[in-house]
């Protein structure tokens, strides 16, 4: 375990952040209750979580990008829930 921390987007990130935030954009789907749903993107959220103000604050995806699985800010497509909080079935790879 290290403490090891970089300065991304102006925020305090693990040095392989910036690689697990690129990986992320790759995954343009998540399965919720068997079904593949299309994931929400920073900015296109229900409630502004400040998109157009910078990065996230959890995961420092910036508007339009997806957020790294496991973001507490991540909307779950399928209830508008919070992705990491909602009630729904997710695939195990998402963490
Ligand atoms: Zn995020
Ligand atoms: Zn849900």
């Known amino acids: 375990m290290t403490e090891e921390r970089i300065i991304f987007r102006g925020r305090r990130v693990p040095p392989s952040w910036p690689a697990?935030?690129?990986?992320?954009?790759?995954?343009k789907t998540t399965v919720v209750d068997g079904i593949a749903y299309e994931r929400v993107r920073f900015g296109d959220e229900e409630d502004d979580w400040g998109a157009d103000r910078g990065p996230c604050h959890d995961c420092a995806a910036v508007k339009g990008e997806f957020h790294v699985p496991g973001c507490d800010v991540e909307r779950c497509p399928a209830c508008a829930g919070q992705?990491?909080?909602?009630?729904c079935e997710r695939a195990s790879e998402d963490g």
């Open 20 to 27: 697990t935030l690129e990986a992320a954009q790759a995954r």
């Open 83 to 87: 992705a990491i909080g909602c009630d």
